[in-house]
């Protein structure tokens, strides 16, 4: 599809010139929108183990998607690690068509195309000190198959926000290293969910999400669970469009003094 070069120059301009992350997934989408992508997901660090902790962030893409993805698609995901070995963009399925891929990764193609990725673009992203990421762009059903000079405008896209994003955060000591599971449990405390509730989304005990909760103020160094939202926001770590609007809400009921997630802080 024909792009206004000047247009998607000050798309690039925009991305790198964002100081959060949150307007930072926003100026990438905006960029995307402008060739015709409505809809990606982004995944960082990129590791050859899948069962290392991972933040995914999801713009477009169905929240049922989302959480499957978070629970247990993420260990048989091929993209990312095609999009390492490859270096350059590609276009699925049609660049999978010659990879071996084994049953799982088979099954996670067939349930993403369920939920808007049967055609798309994958990006590996670097950035300073060994750091890289994925970037994933959905492809519209009426979308022709990209061509060389929308593949390098994808790439340019995610390589600019990537880097910006390695700025925002500026040292990967800053991040730390969280495992899939407490990945989960901070995302079910940045929507404002309680521990009881977060154990029956993940299906886990009680006092298996009052660990991981410990583990996370103490990786955060943080007491409380507003804390901890607002800071794994700072650093990347939540990105959930939902977000601002828990903060909000949670200051304005400290502000009266009541407390919107319906328990004390965990001092651990």
Not at 101 to 110: A, I, N, W, Y
Not at 147 to 173: E, H, N, P
Not at 178 to 203: D, T
Request: include cysteine.
């Amino acid at each position: 599809m024909p792009v206004d070069l000047e247009e998607f120059s000050r798309r690039l301009a925009a991305i790198g010139s964002c100081e959060a992350v949150a307007p930072l997934r926003q100026a990438t989408m905006h960029a995307l929108a402008l060739l015709g992508i409505s809809a990606a997901y982004f995944i960082a660090p990129l590791t050859r183990d899948p069962r290392i902790g991972r933040i995914i962030t999801n713009i477009g893409l169905p929240w049922t998607w989302e959480r499957q993805y978070r629970a247990r698609l993420h260990l048989i995901d091929p993209l990312p690690q095609f999009a390492v070995d490859r270096l350059a963009p590609f276009y699925w399925p049609d660049d999978l068509a010659d990879v071996k891929l084994d049953k799982k990764q088979q099954r996670f193609m067939q349930i993403a195309a369920q939920y808007g990725l049967a055609r798309g673009v994958g990006v590996a992203c670097f950035g300073p000190d060994g750091r890289s990421g994925f970037l994933g762009a959905a492809l519209p059903d009426e979308m022709p198959p990209p061509d060389s000079a929308m593949l390098q405008g994808i790439q340019a896209i995610g390589q600019t926000s990537f880097q910006t994003y390695c700025r925002i955060v500026k040292r990967a000591t800053e991040v730390p290293p969280l495992s899939n599971r407490e990945l989960e449990v901070l995302h079910w405390i940045g929507r404002g969910k309680s521990n009881s509730v977060i154990a029956e989304i993940l299906e886990i005990s009680p006092s298996s999400v009052d660990v991981y909760v410990r583990r996370l103020f103490a990786k955060l160094d943080v007491t409380d669970r507003t804390t901890a939202s607002v800071k794994a926001f700072a650093l990347g770590l939540l990105v959930s469009g939902d977000y601002e609007k828990f903060v909000n809400a949670t200051r304005a009921q400290q502000d009266e003094g009541g407390d919107p997630l319906g328990e004390k802080p965990d001092a651990s």
